[in-house]
């Protein structure tokens, strides 16, 4: 019914910038919220950054002033840039859909497939 596509992943070294991309499909009437969350090797996914349909934003503490999440309502659509990374910010970057009305159905979450960033020293 609806996906999430991503893109924007990659390789960059310390103090770099990427920016990630993703894209809902499906037929929607509304998203409440979407997100990037990332999960690094050993540790639990945790939330970067997400952002409403009305533009409240919230913000892992360790990547505040470093990244800036937008969204695109009428593309369904959110961006992650990130700026200045260090190396404890790689991980696989997921997005997140929450409370997406789609044809007569409501999906609490959705999840894309993932999209891995490194970051070298």
């Known amino acids: 019914q609806v996906q999430l596509v991503e893109s924007g992943g990659g390789l960059v070294q310390a103090g770099g910038s990427l920016r990630l991309s993703c894209a809902a499909s499906g037929i929607i009437f509304s998203i409440n919220a979407m997100g990037w969350y990332r999960q690094a090797p050993g540790k639990q996914r945790e939330l970067v950054a997400a952002?409403?349909?009305?533009?409240?934003?919230n913000y892992a503490d360790s990547v505040k002033g470093r990244f800036t999440i937008s969204r695109d309502n009428a593309k369904n659509t959110v961006y992650l840039q990130m700026n200045s990374l260090k190396p404890e910010d790689t991980a696989v970057y997921y997005c997140?859909?929450?409370?997406?009305?789609?044809?007569?159905?409501?999906?609490?979450?959705?999840w894309g497939q993932g999209t891995q960033v490194t970051v070298s020293s």
């Open positions: 997140n859909a929450g409370g997406v009305y789609v044809g007569s159905s409501y999906l609490r979450d959705v």
């Open positions: 952002r409403t349909s009305g533009g409240s934003t």
